[in-house]
């Protein structure tokens, strides 16, 4: 119903754009950590119990692509961590998204394998 308002006062003022929603479950990223070679631990504060993915955004044949680094649930202090291992040095783009009934958030960060 909000986007539907969101999309009504946008068209009578106007506006081709709307303003950005915002997350209904708060996601930060703690930490991204090297702790091995190649082995990357990623540390998230959210909703407590929220089920949670981590995934790596990368661009293959000029399309975004999703690729599942594992799924988990934040325990009852909204702390969620994954230790992934990758195949190749470089910097990844990793978002995690936590859903909760309903709602969703999600955050971003570059990190950096060794």
């Known amino acids: 119903m909000r986007l539907l308002q969101l999309l009504v006062v946008a068209v009578m003022l106007g ?3 709307l303003p950005a929603l915002a997350d209904a479950v708060p996601v930060s990223i703690v930490s991204a950590t090297g702790v091995g070679p190649k082995t990357v631990t990623i540390v998230v504060k959210t909703s407590p ?3 949670c993915e981590a995934r790596e955004d990368v661009t293959i044949n000029r399309s975004l692509q ?3 680094l594992g799924q988990g ?5 909204g ?3 994954w230790t ?3 195949e ?5 783009h990793v978002t995690v998204t936590c859903k909760v ?6 955050a971003s960060t570059d990190v950096r394998v060794q």
């Open 73 to 77: 649930t934040a325990g009852d202090d």
């Open 101 to 106: 009934g309903n709602d969703e958030g999600s």
């Open 84 to 86: 992934i291992r990758f």
């Open 88 to 92: 190749y040095n470089g910097t990844r």
């Open 66 to 68: 999703h690729i599942s």
């Open 49 to 51: 119990n929220a089920a």
């Open 15 to 17: 506006s081709t754009t």
């Open 79 to 81: 702390t969620a961590t």
